[in-house]
């Protein structure tokens, strides 16, 4: 058996041949079943999509020129569904180039031209199933990456509650009377215990959004009295600084939104957290408002606007903003993950988040959620 044919666990790589030429699959099928290879058959492009989402293939082998849906539909339907692994696409095509541009637009990642030389496709499967397995490989690796961090970021979790719970007993005075100097480190070490606590819950959850794993009750939330409680937990930080803190609700105050509060509360908190933190004189705002979609009348939205008057960010920044593990360039940036947890949240609701800032000018994060009919 070819080689090529198997990958690192001699699983053999399976190739779905689509055509609505009983005689080209027939032709396509015997050559690369002489190679090894676990050949299934399609005849149009909806029997095709069926297929492919019940069992992915390794590789598609599909013509360009079938009735119903052509063969530049079907790749761009697969390309659309977000649910499907990467799978290699080989467009066979009679035509000229103009044809080869619009199917490798659409998504394809190869093309050959009828008639099919047998040493040519044979090469461009191999190609394409190299590709496929060094995909799989990639993302099996991050995959063991990501369940090494979540697991060891759990298991971090313990001994750092352990840790903020006793020194919350020294700082009460349970285990005994200390002098000025040791209360003083004590205080500083619980600070950085806390500090080091949150950011390792922030990448747990960060991990639980990403593997899918992550729970949502969603229930009506009333927005208003959510950010009054934001902006009360928050107010003795701005205090602090010397900052203005102010709530407006500028119309229809009872919006309310479907969602899961403790988490909305996570995306303000963390976003009016990051105004005043950033901010050294003048005041943090937030706006919350309800808009309508120009393009789509009959959706209603919710918006609310954290607003500050701090140094602005750099569009450098503002471009990976939300990303993960991509902190600002501001010194006093932190791990970079606190926005990127805030925009898998907002998502997960079906919302959106972006940012508006210019050099010296301040900031102003916009999150955007769909209001409760």
Known sequence: MNKSVQNQSSKIDRILVVDDSADNLFLVQTILEEEG????????????????????????????????????????????????????????????????????????DDFIRKPVEVDELLARVRSLLRLKHSVDERDQIARQREDFVSRLTHDLRTPLVAADRMLGLFQ??????????????????????????????????????????????????????????????????????????????????????????????????????????FTETGLVEVHLRATTDNAQADTSW????????GPGITPEDQAVLFERFRPGSHKRSGSGLGLHLSRRIVEAHQGKIEVKSSLGKGSVFIVSLPAQK
């Open 302 to 309: 919710v918006t609310v606007e954290v607003q500050d008057t």
């Open 37 to 108: 290879y676990n050949i299934l058959l399609a005849e149009d492009g909806r029997s095709a999509l069926s297929q492919i989402e019940q069992s992915p293939p390794d590789l598609i082998l599909l013509d360009v020129m079938m009735p119903g849906m052509d063969g530049y539909e079907v790749t761009q339907r697969i390309r659309q569904n977000n649910q499907l692994p990467f799978i290699p696409i080989l467009l066979i095509t009679a035509y000229d180039q103009p044809s080869v541009v619009q199917g490798l637009d659409t998504g394809a």
């Open 172 to 277: 009460q005075g349970a285990l005994g009377e200390q002098s000025p100097p040791m209360q003083e480190a004590i205080t500083t070490m619980a600070r950085s215990n806390r500090n080091l606590l949150a950011m390792v819950n922030t990448l747990l959850e960060v991990y639980r959004y990403e593997a899918g794993r992550k729970t949502l009750i969603f229930a009506p939330v009333a927005l208003p009295e959510l950010l009054k409680e934001v902006v009360q937990e928050l107010t003795p930080l701005a205090e602090e600084k010397k900052l203005s803190l102010l709530l407006n609700f500028e119309n229809n105050a009872e919006s309310k939104v479907l969602g899961d509060r403790l988490e909305l509360h996570r995306v303000f908190t963390n976003l009016l957290g990051n105004a005043i933190k």
